[in-house]
């Protein structure tokens, strides 16, 4: 497909739990974004990826997060020992290099039971 | 901290009538605007952007208005259609950040268009 994809869609998983979310961005865009969205909340910002590396991580709330880029294509993010407080709605966006023009994927909706 | 944040938070208006949807910024030191337009169930879908060095932009049915002397941002819709009827986010790109998009977004503005 020509949009990002996110997957799963949908996640519900128990307290303590680890999980992990995909995301696949545009072909050829370089910057790779993950924010969180909670409910009747703009997203907030969490990590921004310029090919391979972390350019910036200050959005992640603790160190239960973390995100990867290995190839500089898709990235997963890793949420370990999930609490309540961690269900939103992660949402990854990609864009080419030097803009604001984001292109968001449908996000991925977490809920921690 | 300093934040986005909207006038309104719903906006209900008539199919063919103009939108404004307001937006206050408190970051003087801004340099960069964007709206966004967020279908239920979907993520955001970028409509225009401005720099500070701008008062106005036009696109496709919409306007965006800079008042940088009041730290406030609008969006003007055209001839709003059902299909415009989403909610709307103004987000802010922080000075000294890494990149253009790493944004702080507003609460959102929800707006109805009834036929």
């Known amino acids: 497909g020509a949009g990002v994809s996110q997957t799963p869609s949908n996640k519900v998983t128990e307290k303590g739990k680890y999980v992990e979310l995909r995301c696949d961005p545009i072909s050829g865009h370089t910057a790779l974004y993950w924010y969180r969205q909670s409910l009747g909340q703009g997203p907030e910002f969490l990590i921004y990826f310029q090919g391979t590396g972390a350019a910036d991580d200050s959005g992640l709330p603790n160190d239960r997060f973390f995100a990867v880029r290995p190839e500089g294509s898709v990235s997963t993010l890793k949420i370990q020992r999930t609490e309540r407080g961690d269900s939103a709605v992660y949402l990854c966006?990609?864009?080419?290099?030097?803009?604001?023009?984001?292109?968001f994927g449908e996000g991925s909706r977490l809920t921690v039971l | 901290g300093e934040s986005v944040g909207l006038h309104l938070p719903t906006l209900s208006v008539q199919e063919g009538d103009n939108s404004i949807i307001n937006c206050a910024y408190s970051?003087?030191?801004?340099?960069?605007f964007i709206w966004y337009k967020q279908e239920s169930g979907k993520g955001p879908q970028f409509i225009i952007d401005i720099r500070s060095n701008m008062d106005k932009r036009q696109g496709q049915r919409v306007t965006v208005l800079l008042n940088k002397t009041v730290k406030h941002l609008s969006l003007q819709i055209a001839a709003t259609q059902p299909g415009d009827s989403a909610v709307y986010f103004c987000a802010e790109n922080p000075p000294g950040g890494t990149s253009y998009g790493k944004l702080t977004f507003g609460q959102g503005t929800i707006l109805t268009v009834h036929p």
């Open positions: 966006a990609s864009s080419r290099q030097g803009t604001g023009e984001l292109f």
């Open positions: 970051n003087s030191a801004s340099d960069y």
